[in-house]
T-cell receptor
Framework: QKEVEQDPGPLSVPEGAIVSLNCTYSNSAFQYFMWYRQYSRKGPELLMYTYSSGNKEDGRFTAQVDKSSKYISLFIRDSQPSDSATYLCAMATSGTYKYIFGTGTRLKVLA | DTGVSQDPRHKITKRGQNVTFRCDPISEHNRLYWYRQTLGQGPEFLTYFQNEAQLEKSRLLSDRFSAERPKGSFSTLEIQRTEQGDSAMYLC??????????????FGQGTRLTVV
C-alpha cells in the first residue's frame, strides 16, 4: 500500500463547476500537506501549503485537512479551462525535508 | 531571478553515455532537492542538500548517480552509463530553512531525459 493514495482520473467537469480533488494517506505522522498544479511537460507549481488540520482558502482554492480520517481535499470554485492540469498532493512529517507525493489527478475543465 | 532554473530543459542521449543536469535554486534558499518523475506518477525524492552538505540520498539513487552542490548555490546531477530506465523528468526544488519547520518547496521546470 502506498503512503499516499490519489485517484488518477481523468476528472472532466464543465466550466464554472466546483471541483473536489482528494488524497488519502496512511502515515499519521504527516503534519504538512501541499497541493501542486502541474501542466503537461512543466514542473509542479505550489498552490496550497497547510499545517496540521483545518481549512485554508486562497482565491478560488480551498484546502481541507482531516487528520482523524487521514484525508485531504482541494476545492476549486468557478473552474476555468485554464485549470485543466494534473493536481498533485504532497505530504511531509514535521521537521523533514522530503515530500511524499500522490500520483496526481488529471483534471479537464470543458468550455 | 524569481524561480528555480534548470538546464537543459530536454536531453536526448544514447544508452551508456553520461549526462549532467544543472539546477539554480531561488536566491538565498539553502535547501535544495532533486526528484524524479516518470509518466503518470508523482515526483519521487532522490536527494537533499542543506547548503553544500548532501544530507540524504534515496535508494533510487544508484551508484551511477551523483549530485553535488559545491558552494551551496547551484547543484548538478550526473548520471553515468545511462540506461533506458533512466528516462524521466528530473525535477529540482528549493526551500528556505525553517528552523525545524518543513517549509514550502518550489520546483523548477524540470529536465526531461530520454535515453535511446
Amino acid at each position: 500500500q502506498k503512503e499516499v493514495e490519489q485517484d488518477p482520473g481523468p476528472l472532466s467537469v464543465p466550466e464554472g463547476a466546483i471541483v473536489s480533488l482528494n488524497c488519502t494517506y496512511s502515515n499519521s505522522a504527516f503534519q504538512y500537506f501541499m497541493w501542486y498544479r502541474q501542466y503537461s511537460r512543466k514542473g509542479p507549481e505550489l498552490l496550497m501549503y497547510t499545517y496540521s488540520s483545518g481549512n485554508k482558502e486562497d482565491g478560488r482554492f480551498t484546502a481541507q485537512v482531516d487528520k482523524s480520517s487521514k484525508y485531504i481535499s482541494l476545492f476549486i470554485r468557478d473552474s476555468q479551462p485554464s485549470d485543466s492540469a494534473t493536481y498533485l498532493c504532497a505530504m511531509a512529517t514535521s521537521g523533514t525535508y522530503k515530500y511524499i507525493f500522490g500520483t496526481g489527478t488529471r483534471l479537464k475543465v470543458l468550455a | 531571478d524569481t524561480g528555480v532554473s534548470q538546464d537543459p530543459r530536454h536531453k536526448i542521449t544514447k544508452r551508456g553515455q553520461n549526462v549532467t543536469f544543472r539546477c539554480d535554486p531561488i536566491s538565498e534558499h539553502n535547501r535544495l532537492y532533486w526528484y524524479r518523475q516518470t509518466l503518470g506518477q508523482g515526483p519521487e525524492f532522490l536527494t537533499y542538500f542543506q547548503n553544500e552538505a548532501q544530507l540524504e540520498k534515496s535508494r533510487l539513487l544508484s551508484d551511477r548517480f551523483s549530485a553535488e552542490r559545491p558552494k551551496g548555490s547551484f547543484s548538478t546531477l550526473e548520471i553515468q552509463r545511462t540506461e533506458q530506465g533512466d528516462s524521466a523528468m528530473y525535477l529540482c526544488a528549493s526551500s528556505d530553512r525553517g528552523y525545524e519547520r518543513t517549509t514550502e518547496a518550489f520546483f523548477g521546470q524540470g529536465t526531461r531525459l530520454t535515453v535511446v
